[in-house]
């Protein structure tokens, strides 16, 4: 039965590498003898962030910025890798202070998630970020970020909308409603 027995990793090797990325390619022998070559993102050791800010309004806090994989201006909430030393609660509010020029003193965390599971081995951690309070640090994005106010009462209506799409963003979104649906029973 798939998923009793991992596959044997024959070998790996370095296929491709450029600034940001490296390419490993597997070759994997399954428990049924069935052999396969894999590609995959080699493993950096960091994980990532991503943060669903709620003001004290009860309004949702969003970024447009700019995704070069989508050549498009792209609607989602604030994230960020975890810096060496932090944990993913320090580098929440460290990103949240970053993009949006607000810290949170209470981050609630919703899930730990991957992105494809085939091809990429890092984790990001889902928060709800409350009691934000102002205060801004320099980020290293190119450009300013846009930040999007979008009422918590029309939170579904967001996931229709079209410059809405990234699937983490989706997948927080989601998971917030669920949070705040168990908070408030």
């Known amino acids: 039965m798939p998923g009793n027995k991992k596959p ?4 790996v090797e370095l296929v491709a590498k450029s600034k940001l990325f490296s390419i490993e390619s597997l ?10 070559t894999y590609e995959r993102m080699k493993r950096s050791g ?10 004290e309004d009860g309004d949702l806090l969003l970024v ?5 994989g989508t050549e498009e201006y792209e609607l989602g909430f604030p994230k960020g890798l975890v810096d060496l030393g ?14 949006i020029g607000l810290g949170a003193r209470k981050l609630t965390p ?28 320099e980020g290293d994005e190119p450009e ?10 029309q939170a579904e209506e967001l996931l229709t909308h079209m410059d809405f799409s ?8 989601m998971l917030t409603l669920r949070q705040l649906s168990l908070e408030s029973e």
């Open 8 to 11: 044997i990793i024959k070998s």
């Open 27 to 36: 070759e994997l022998e399954f428990s049924n003898g069935v052999q396969r």
């Open 46 to 55: 960091r994980q990532a962030v991503l943060m669903v800010p709620i003001t």
């Open 64 to 68: 447009r910025e700019y995704g070069a």
């Open 86 to 99: 932090e944990t993913p609660e320090q580098a929440a509010d460290r990103e949240l202070k970053e993009e």
């Open 110 to 137: 919703l899930k730990e998630v991957v992105l494809a599971p085939s091809y990429f081995s890092s984790k990001m951690t889902l928060f709800v970020a409350r009691d934000l309070y102002p205060e801004k640090l």
């Open 144 to 153: 300013p970020l846009e930040v999007v106010r979008w009422p918590l009462q």
């Open 166 to 173: 990234e699937a983490r963003s989706i997948a927080a979104l």
